[in-house]
């Protein structure tokens, strides 16, 4: 591999850890405490509670039956051609005709 490319991966997850180690000082150097794990899963419950509270508008919704929605909303859809249509013959085929035979010229 070559070497400057080894370097060069090297400097950039050296810069991208030395960024994120800058973002957790600066939430604590502005007067932010981090919060401990504990409460970070609280922080999760009360906005999965919070989308269940909004989502309640969704369940006020009215329920409409299959009637009223004039069709099945869940049948199977195919989505090839549909079959060619079979015509009906009125009796056996015709039997097969050779070509006529082209006329053939002589020089002379």
Not at 24 to 40: N, Q, T
Not at 44 to 56: D, I, K, L, M, P
Request: charged share 15%.
């Amino acid at each position: 591999m070559n070497r400057g490319l080894v370097i060069a991966l090297i400097a950039t997850l050296l810069a991208v850890w030395y960024a994120a180690g800058i973002e957790d000082d600066a939430g604590d150097a502005a007067g932010l405490v981090a919060e401990p794990r504990a409460s970070r899963s609280t922080a999760v419950a009360t906005a999965r509670t919070a989308a269940v509270e909004q989502g309640s508008a969704i369940a006020a919704l009215p329920v409409r039956t299959a009637a009223e929605v004039g069709h099945d909303l869940f049948a199977a859809h195919s989505f090839l051609p549909p079959p060619p249509k079979v015509s009906v013959q009125a009796g056996p085929p015709p039997a097969p005709v050779a070509p006529p035979c082209p006329s053939v010229t002589r020089a002379g």
